[in-house]
């Protein structure tokens, strides 16, 4: 079963705008972290925001933040004012404490950024 | 700081060929971890290492894939023999211990099998 799902494959966002790329999860481990990363089209993987499961305070990162619905298993990533190097493949990770420390990835969002 | 370093960045080698794909990972981190992308799988784990020790290969797709971790600096993926379908972009990541602690990925090994 698929235990990260970004529903929309690609998004449109006009510069300076705001947008919020969608992640909804899976799990039953109380214990787990959300990631996001950001994969430009030179190809590397560029961490941008974690979440934790006990954290009571949404993550926020420069112009990134993570709206964290914890009942809905939603952690969304917002990105304010963006800019055309925003440009780029997004995913969504998911780490479960009692599974071991790999990554469950999303199959991405790709954001593009007009003038 | 030197994040992940992998080598090659291009490989492109010809089916039935030995490939075999590098990382230095972060120095201090304990865990390293081999990802490959592919358009129709997106990213999959391949293995993990803590320590040195293989904890997770699951992710290893069949005989021909082998992965070592000889000391805490360096880590090789080894496919023999390369097949078509392995052609892929590889990472490398690591990180230090504890849920919380973010895999920084290396660069990526794009790898073509004719």
């Known amino acids: 079963a698929q235990k990260i799902t970004q529903t929309q494959p690609g998004m449109f966002v006009q510069e300076k705008e705001a947008v919020t790329l969608d992640c909804t999860y899976d799990t039953s481990d109380p214990s787990y972290g959300l990631f996001w990363y950001k994969q430009p089209s030179s190809g590397e993987m560029i961490f941008l925001i974690y979440?934790?499961?006990?954290?009571?305070q949404n993550a926020t990162e420069g112009r990134y933040s993570l709206n964290f619905q914890k009942a809905r298993k939603s952690a969304n990533l917002v990105i304010s004012a963006s800019q055309l190097g925003d440009s780029a493949m997004y995913f969504c990770?998911?780490?479960?404490?009692?599974?071991?420390?790999?990554?469950?990835f999303g199959k991405g969002t790709s954001l593009l950024v007009t003038p | 700081d030197a994040g992940v370093i992998q080598s090659p960045r291009h490989e492109v080698t010809e089916m039935g060929q030995e490939v075999t794909l590098r990382c230095k990972p972060i120095?201090?981190?304990?865990?390293l971890f081999w990802y490959r992308q592919t358009m129709m799988r997106g990213l999959e784990l391949l293995i993990y290492?803590?320590?040195?020790?293989?904890?997770?290969d699951s992710g290893m797709p069949e005989d021909r894939f082998s992965a070592k971790m000889p000391n805490a600096s360096f880590s090789t993926l080894k496919i023999q023999p390369s097949e078509p379908r392995d052609s892929a972009v590889y990472f490398c990541a690591s990180s230090s211990s504890g849920l919380t602690d973010t895999q920084y990925f290396g660069p990526g090994t794009r790898l073509t099998v004719l």
């Open positions: 979440q934790g499961s006990y954290d009571q």
């Open positions: 290492f803590n320590n040195n020790v293989p904890i997770d």
């Open positions: 990770a998911m780490r479960e404490g009692r599974s071991g420390y790999a990554l469950n």
């Open positions: 120095s201090g981190h304990d865990y």
